[in-house]
């Protein structure tokens, strides 16, 4: 499928497909989706916040040498997972309060 794309569309999808797999990382590593090889839902909030973290530094590095499209993509990308390692973060806090 690949293949078949122009060189412009092509880097199109491999830097589409990089944000989201950072994202699906993210997501894993905060316990909001279960790992695919394992099943299982596990917390590392430590490695979530590096990969939002990464996706930030990719955000610096390419401003301005991306299309609106990607821009955008990650942009939203980021304030989503920002939003929800806040949320984990917060209630990883009030559990150990409770505890």
Do not use: C, W
């Not at 797999?21 to 997501?27: E, I, K, M, R, V």
């Not at 979530?48 to 390419?62: E, F, P, Y």
């Not at 040498?65 to 806090?93: C, W």
């Amino acid at each position: 499928m690949i293949d078949k794309l122009s060189a412009e569309e092509r880097e199109k999808f491999l830097f589409s497909f990089l944000i989201m797999s950072y994202q699906t990382s993210a997501l894993m590593q905060m316990g909001q989706l279960k790992d695919p090889h394992t099943q299982k839902v596990e917390r590392n909030l430590d490695n979530a916040k590096l990969s939002i973290d990464i996706l930030g530094m990719l955000q610096q590095k390419t401003k301005n040498n991306l299309t609106k499209d990607e821009a955008d993509l990650l942009e939203n990308i980021l304030r989503e997972l920002r939003l929800a390692y806040i949320k984990e973060t917060s209630s990883a806090q009030q559990s150990k309060k409770t505890a």
